[in-house]
């Protein structure tokens, strides 16, 4: 059945915090149905695009064309808002491969504040981590999205054909190249929970005091840090590898901060990340990858448009 667009308008059930709030004062199946299934749908387009803002317009849309369907010709409504949802992401992907190419400096993933209970799903946290995203990063758009449907969200080849528009045996063999290709690039195995937090506690303390030293001993050889600042902040441009590099970076860019600097923990993207406040006000996210006990990826984001979902806990779900 060919989805039907709708300027239906009445209330934006596209936003909120997923608590289900709203669904009484005989709210329709339709909008029952978007809502039961909000998280996931915002997860997917999440997943697909990077980009917590685009995520939320493409609900926006999915909402619209969902408001004009038949349901009694759905045959499985979560299904089919999953087909939607990618549908309008694939879309709106394209887009974004248009809007990075002229990006200032390293583009990042728009980072979000996550609950406890997406970390302790394994498999989500793992395919929402910066070091994961950058990675699906390099995929094209129909591998994106073949790989995100099945090994994330686990949806059949024949669901995944009909919402990439090809057919169950090439969406198998596109299935198989992303896997092989991501498996290539994917990171190393992370460590338990409280080892995490442990180096975590290390890196924090070596850069809230400047110990250059400290932050050695903790930083992995080959250790990474990439930075968007987006044109508006000053980040680096290019990636800075080694520890070496890196530590002295830190400590130097640390050291010319003229405001009072505050570092906290917390869970970005379902993985350990220190977020900065200058003065009291949100500066900078840096998420931390930790690999065999060593710091391995450091992923800081200043961009300024892409800190607004670091208010609230951003729910995820598969």
Same mark, same amino acid.
Request: charged residues 25%.
């Given at each position: 059945?060919?989805?039907?667009? #709708?300027? =239906?308008?009445?209330?934006?059930?596209?936003?909120?915090?997923?608590?289900?709030?709203?669904?009484?004062?005989?709210?329709?199946?339709?909008?029952?149905?978007?809502? /039961?299934? %909000?998280?996931?749908?915002?997860?997917?387009? @999440?997943?697909?695009?990077?980009?917590?803002?685009?995520?939320?317009?493409?609900?926006?849309?999915?909402?619209?064309?969902?408001?004009? $369907?038949?349901?009694?010709?759905?045959?499985?409504?979560?299904? @089919?808002? +999953?087909?939607?949802?990618?549908?309008?992401?694939?879309?709106?992907?394209?887009?974004?491969?248009?809007?990075?190419?002229? @990006?200032?400096?390293?583009?990042?993933?728009?980072?979000?504040?996550?609950?406890?209970?997406?970390?302790?799903?394994?498999?989500?946290?793992? #395919? *929402? #981590?910066?070091?994961?995203?950058?990675?699906?990063?390099?995929?094209?758009?129909?591998?994106? &999205?073949?790989?995100?449907?099945?090994? *994330?969200?686990?949806?059949?080849?024949?669901?995944?054909?009909?919402? *990439?528009?090809? #057919?169950?045996?090439?969406? %198998?063999?596109?299935?198989?190249?992303?896997?092989? =290709?991501?498996?290539?690039?994917?990171?190393?195995?992370?460590?338990?929970?409280?080892? /995490?937090?442990?180096?975590?506690?290390?890196? %924090?303390?070596?850069?809230?005091?400047?110990?250059?030293?400290?932050?050695?001993?903790?930083?992995?050889?080959?250790?990474?840090?990439?930075?968007?600042?987006?044109?508006?902040?000053?980040? $680096?441009?290019?990636?800075? +590898?080694?520890?070496?590099?890196?530590?002295?970076?830190?400590?130097?860019?640390?050291?010319? $901060?003229?405001?009072?600097?505050?570092?906290?923990?917390?869970?970005?993207?379902?993985?350990? &990340?220190?977020?900065?406040?200058?003065?009291?006000?949100?500066?900078?996210?840096?998420?931390?990858?930790?690999?065999?006990?060593? *710091? /391995?990826?450091? @992923?800081?984001?200043?961009?300024?448009?892409?800190?607004? =979902?670091?208010?609230?806990?951003?729910?995820?779900?598969?």
């Amino acid at each position: 059945m060919t989805v039907i667009g #709708s300027r =239906h308008q009445g209330a934006d059930v596209t936003s909120g915090d997923g608590s289900g709030g709203g669904r009484g004062g005989g709210a329709g199946p339709a909008t029952e149905d978007f809502l /039961t299934h %909000r998280n996931l749908l915002f997860t997917v387009a @999440y997943e697909m695009l990077g980009s917590a803002a685009d995520a939320e317009d493409v609900l926006q849309e999915t909402w619209m064309r969902w408001a004009g $369907v038949d349901l009694a010709e759905v045959r499985d409504r979560r299904a @089919y808002l +999953v087909r939607i949802t990618t549908r309008q992401a694939l879309t709106r992907l394209r887009t974004l491969g248009r809007r990075k190419e002229s @990006y200032v400096g390293s583009w990042l993933p728009e980072p979000l504040l996550t609950s406890p209970d997406v970390a302790e799903d394994v498999e989500l946290a793992d #395919s *929402v #981590s910066m070091a994961m995203m950058l990675v699906m990063e390099t995929l094209a758009p129909t591998e994106r &999205a073949v790989f995100v449907l099945r090994e *994330v969200f686990d949806v059949g080849y024949d669901e995944i054909a009909e919402a *990439v528009g090809r #057919s169950p045996s090439a969406v %198998r063999q596109i299935a198989h190249r992303a896997r092989a =290709h991501v498996a290539a690039r994917r990171p190393r195995g992370a460590l338990s929970p409280q080892r /995490t937090r442990h180096v975590l506690d290390a890196f %924090r303390r070596a850069v809230e005091t400047g110990d250059l030293q400290g932050l050695l001993d903790v930083l992995a050889p080959d250790v990474v840090l990439l930075g968007d600042g987006g044109g508006i902040k000053q980040a $680096v441009l290019r990636p800075v +590898v080694g520890a070496d590099k890196v530590a002295r970076l830190l400590q130097g860019g640390l050291r010319k $901060v003229p405001a009072a600097l505050t570092l906290r923990p917390a869970l970005v993207n379902g993985g350990p &990340a220190l977020v900065l406040h200058l003065d009291g006000e949100l500066d900078s996210v840096l998420a931390v990858r930790v690999d065999d006990g060593l *710091v /391995t990826g450091l @992923y800081a984001v200043r961009n300024p448009e892409k800190l607004s =979902h670091m208010e609230r806990e951003i729910p995820l779900r598969r």
